[in-house]
């Protein structure tokens, strides 16, 4: 059981170009996050997605789109990276729904982006 | 809204020392967890806590869950190097299945 896996764990990338994040899952949960983790501010939702086919802002979405390609996987995309998109990001994932459940969130294993 | 704030930021104890980390928000969540993220790794989770008044015992660690289920506390007795990193409390939004995190503590126990 692999749990939640990310691909790639580090990354460099110059100021305008994209580069896409992968997340997969083999628990069979529903729910899938995305995070970034920057010094001092905790973790900050980008999107999440509650069920395959649907996904939906979190606090800081600016900058990123995602797509919830199946049940298993949940990719983050970096359409022109800026300095400021330099963090740490980190998929999860849940079995819980709205109202329901433990709320219990496994995360991946981080991406470590530069965007110089 | 609904905010987590963690007390204190940073803490550097010996080994064997007591500790207590603090989560408080001015709301009321149906449930708190508290994971601990070693470097370079991503979050853990340690326990859940759902009752008001509830506390959970998970070796050295002790969880207690405010009586109006506004605020949470860590307490880890003799501590160990094994003990370093960077614990988050975290709660449910209202409602949904998305979760707020706390700023976290960034506990470092030396030998």
Not at chain 1, 103 to 112: I, V
Not at chain 2, 9 to 28: A, K, P, R
């Amino acid at each position: 059981n692999a749990g939640v896996t990310q691909t790639p764990k580090f990354q460099v990338l110059k100021t305008g170009q994209s580069m896409t994040l992968q997340c997969a899952q083999d628990m069979n949960h529903n729910s899938m996050y995305w995070y970034r983790q920057d010094p001092g501010m905790g973790l900050r939702l980008i999107y999440y997605s509650a069920s395959e086919g649907t996904t939906d802002k979190g606090e800081v979405p600016n900058g990123y789109n995602v797509s919830r390609l199946n049940k298993r996987e949940f990719s983050l995309r970096l359409e022109s990276a800026a300095p400021s998109q330099t963090s740490v990001y980190f998929c999860a994932s849940s079995e819980a729904t709205a109202g329901f459940g433990s709320y219990e969130q496994y995360f991946g294993p981080g991406t470590r982006l530069t965007v110089t | 809204t609904q905010l987590l704030e963690q007390s204190p930021q940073f803490l550097s104890i010996q080994e064997g020392e007591n500790l207590t980390v603090y989560c408080n928000s001015s709301s009321v969540f149906s449930s708190l967890q508290w994971y601990r993220q070693e470097p370079g790794e991503g979050p853990v989770l340690l326990v859940t806590v759902v009752t008001g008044g509830e506390v959970k015992k998970l070796k050295r660690l002790t969880f207690q869950f405010g009586d109006a289920r506004k605020d949470s506390s860590l307490h880890i007795t003799a501590a160990q190097p094994g003990d370093t990193g960077l614990y988050l409390c975290a709660g449910p939004l209202y409602n949904t299945d998305k979760l707020i995190f706390g700023t976290g503590t960034r506990l470092q126990v030396f030998p």
